[in-house]
T-cell receptor, first 111, second 113 residues
């Protein structure tokens, strides 16, 4: 079945450093990949999405490239800020139009 | 204001009771969803409705039943709650395509004692 794997449960970084959060997926259908961010006690919100192979998509300083050859959609940022501290979910959508979420990565940015 | 609204914010109940949660979207979307977020923050799809019709039911126990009066409303009833039902229930809506962004409500936190 469709699934998403996020390998890092917790990532702690100092402000200003780069970050990469890993996301791989499995599906037999044409994939649509999403990154959602959930701040404490808030609803998940879309950060960015893509279905185009090898094309970088960017939003609010974050970027990701869908690589269908390796089934990956890693999230990156060149310089994290304190306000980036949140839970990040990678999600997959296919023909049933529901989201299958990874287990999430909690990013904590320290001063 | 266009968004996804959920009531109540928080509900505490005893094992075996019945509960109902409400969700309304003013985004004009055709498709609505219920997701469950457990204590480990895992997010899992429960149901998907398109224009009042059930599209997806992801192996959810029979005590859960979604109810839709029109495409802007999707409620969730739990007939006889169990301790493992304690979670945050998130409602979402979208235009319905696989590429479409899903917009989430603030969630209803359920605590079963």
């Amino acid at each position: 079945g469709d699934s998403v794997t996020q390998t890092e449960g917790l990532v702690t970084l100092t402000k200003g450093l780069p970050v990469m959060l890993n996301c791989t997926y499995q599906t037999t259908y044409s994939p649509f990949l999403f990154w959602y961010v959930q701040h404490l006690n808030e609803a998940p919100k879309l950060l960015l999405k893509s279905s185009t192979d090898n094309k970088r998509t960017e939003h609010q300083g974050f970027y990701a490239t869908l690589h269908k050859s390796s089934s990956s959609f890693h999230l990156q940022k060149s310089s994290v800020q304190l306000s980036d501290s949140a839970l990040y979910f990678c999600a997959l959508s296919t023909n049933y139009n529901v989201l299958y979420f990874g287990s999430g990565t909690k990013l904590t940015v320290e001063p | 204001e266009t968004a996804v609204f959920q009531t109540p914010n928080y509900h505490v109940t005893q094992v075996g009771n019945e509960v109902s949660f409400n969700c309304k979207q003013t985004l004009g979307h055709d498709t609505m969803y219920w997701y469950k977020q457990d204590s480990k923050k895992l997010l899992k799809i429960m149901f998907s409705y398109n224009n009042k019709q059930l599209i997806v039911n992801e192996t959810v126990p029979r005590r859960f039943s979604p109810q839709s009066s029109d495409k802007a409303h999707l409620n969730l009833r739990i007939k006889s709650v169990e301790p493992e039902d304690s979670a945050v229930y998130l409602c979402a809506s979208s235009a319905g395509g696989a590429q479409d962004t899903q917009y989430f409500g603030p969630g209803t936190r359920l605590l079963v004692l």
